[in-house]
């Protein structure tokens, strides 16, 4: 059992018989898990059984897990609603999560006076009501088109009342606002138009009829036929809008519900919601879940449930579902609870209700697949600066992996190289490579370049890794000559190679004697540039660290008592040879290893050396 997994043990033997969540964390307390149980000791100490519970991640996760925490909560509802919070804001790597990265757009409807409504991407908690999130955007902004065509409510955003608007604006001229700032159309009736349009967003448009029609009936009781002429347009606007959209679908469908299915492929899941509001398909929301490869469907089910309708504006009283989630009981009462009614899951088998579910399946499994050629496109697309650089430098193709040595040493001693790796022109650090050179004594960068290019390209071809599409050498002809030798020698004639001259940014090419004319303001030259300029700063890094290490020895290690480990220990803790030089014996001897007596040795010793050199 290693020293992690034992304190973790440690930890979920004193944990609460209760229920809860709990979270693993990593080394740098990264929220690796986030979990809940009805009772947290029980569920706990079932992740150190040695056949563990039969999930694939659990291998993972306790091998990275160097920390674990819990929250006490009330219920095992309290707890369904902390532990989906929790996936949703922090992402942990090994919980299936909603992927709402991005800020999806609300209809917002104001609490003021005269409200207004309008599109934000912000939720703030200032008593507005928010309807969505819309995950297709054209969609929001076109039923926002809809609902200021149909209802006679503001766009602007004056703060109302005022006492300087006089006269209506030129929206109360074509029929888009009923003016109340001017007085033409009192607060009272603009406000139940707000409401009309709250439930006409929402798809209840045959009650939203149902009432505009017997308040036409009451207006033109009562004479006010201007009125009831302007409720008649809106009814007839709302019941056209209501007759398209029951005839844009083929499923003959009644009443107010949500379709929910999925496909996962791999690593991820999409999941569709089919919005059906008085028989006809509202609208369609899709959303991306990563971390499936972690868990079961019902589990993925449950999950996006949570996370989802926790944060949604109006819950229908049914979700019709393609399978039985986990925790569905628990998670009926939590919806049902953040809803005004009962929420009931259906698992259609058979009907017109079954065909939905089948067809949002098919959505889903067409927008994941979508998604991920999209990715490869965009994966697959070249640069334009790599373009650029491939008509610049005369290459065969666009230069995808771009390789740059850099020659660097001080005076003489502590000769090194760096050699960067850029992919589609970005970075990929994880190839960068240090050199020491073994082989040269002295100055000698073309010795040293031809050193380096060699043990690179030997040890990719014997690793049998990819070969960089272009090479490029930090100095003019003479160190492009260098590599060009050593590439001949290896067979790797067709490598593409460049030199790169700090003086006046200068480009050679093989068997070219004069510079390359490129554009100072080439778009490839600025990359050469900054290629160049990692290698350089790579190798300096490298170079300022081995004569460091190489002061170290020298100052620290020649005192009786201290090797290279304490000597290290010493420089971290204190930063510097100068500062350990400075220190009394006391603070050197709080130092973990060093010790009081060791401390004394070392404190006499520094200042015998620091003596003897100023004499």
């Known amino acids: 059992m290693t020293h992690s997994i ?76 902390t532990e989906a919070k929790l996936a949703r804001s922090k992402k942990p790597r090994y919980n299936v999560r909603l992927k709402d990265d991005k800020s999806y757009p609300y209809i917002k409807i104001t609490k003021e006076n005269v409200p207004r409504i309008f599109l934000t991407r912000t939720v703030r908690d200032d008593g507005s009501r928010y309807l969505g999130p819309y995950t297709d955007v054209k969609a929001a902004r076109k039923m926002l088109n809809i609902v200021h065509s149909v209802f006679p409510i503001r766009s602007c955003d004056e703060k109302l009342p005022s006492k300087r ?107 569709v919601i089919m919005e059906i509001r008085d028989g006809g398909i509202l609208g369609k929301k899709n959303y991306l879940m990563s971390g499936v490869q972690f868990t079961s469907p019902p589990e993925m089910l449950s999950a996006f449930l949570t996370q989802y309708y926790l944060h949604v504006s109006w819950i229908p009283p049914e979700i019709h579902l393609p399978l039985k989630p986990a925790d569905a009981e628990a998670i009926q009462i939590l919806l049902s609870k953040q809803s005004t009614g009962k929420i009931n899951f259906v698992y259609p088998q058979r009907g017109e209700k079954s065909r939905l579910l089948v067809m949002t399946a098919m959505n889903a499994e067409t927008i994941m697949k979508n998604t991920l050629e999209e990715r490869d496109r965009k994966k697959d697309a070249i640069p334009s600066i790599l373009l650029s650089l491939k008509h610049d430098l005369r290459l065969i193709k666009p230069p995808r992996t771009i390789a740059c040595i850099d020659i660097s040493h001080l005076q003489g001693t502590d000769t090194v190289a760096s050699l960067v790796f850029f992919r589609n022109g970005k970075p990929e650090k994880r190839e960068y490579r240090h050199f020491k050179i073994v082989t040269v004594e002295g100055i000698d960068d073309f010795a040293s370049m031809r050193e380096v290019v060699h043990r690179y390209f030997t040890r990719r071809m014997e690793e049998k890794k990819e070969l960089p599409d272009l090479l490029i050498v930090d100095g003019g002809k003479g160190q492009l000559s260098s590599a060009k030798m050593v590439l001949d020698q290896l067979n790797l004639g067709e490598q593409e190679v460049a030199g790169l001259a700090k003086r006046l940014e200068e480009v050679f090419l093989p068997g070219a004697s004069e510079a390359q004319n490129i554009p100072k303001t080439s778009s490839s030259i600025h990359l050469l540039q900054r290629i160049r300029d990692e290698s350089h700063r790579f190798a300096v890094t490298y170079q300022r660290k081995l004569r460091l290490k190489r002061t170290i020895t020298s100052e620290l290690t020649r005192i009786e008592g201290i090797g290279e480990k304490r000597a290290g220990d010493l420089l971290r803790h204190f930063g510097s040879v100068d500062a350990v030089r400075n220190a009394s014996a006391e603070d050197i001897a709080l130092v973990p290893g060093i010790g009081s007596k060791r401390a004394v040795l070392i404190s006499a010793g520094l200042k015998k050396e620091n003596t003897e050199e100023n004499q």
């Open 165 to 271: 608007i006089t006269r209506p604006c030129l929206d109360y001229q074509i029929k888009r606002c009923g003016a109340p700032c001017a007085g033409y159309m009192d607060y009272e009736q603009y406000n139940r138009f707000v409401e009309d349009a709250y439930r006409f967003i929402q798809g209840h448009n045959d009650d939203l009829i149902r009432d505009l029609e017997q308040r036409m009936k009451k207006t033109a009781d009562a004479l006010n036929f201007e009125q009831a002429a302007q409720l008649r347009d809106v009814i007839q606007a709302v019941m056209k809008l209501r007759e398209r959209r029951k005839a844009f679908s083929t499923i003959r469908l009644t009443g107010d519900w949500d379709a929910v299915n999925f496909y996962a492929l791999d690593r991820e899941a999409c999941v």
């Open 6 to 81: 034992k304190i973790l043990r440690e930890k979920a033997d004193i944990m609460p018989a209760k229920s809860g969540v709990y979270m693993f964390f990593d080394a740098d307390h990264r929220m690796l898990y986030v979990g809940k149980a009805k009772n947290l000791r029980s569920r706990i100490l079932s992740y150190f059984r040695e056949e563990g519970d039969g999930r694939a991640q659990i291998p993972l996760l306790m091998s990275e897990a160097t920390d674990i925490d819990y929250i006490v909560t009330g219920s095992e509802i309290e707890a369904l609603v």
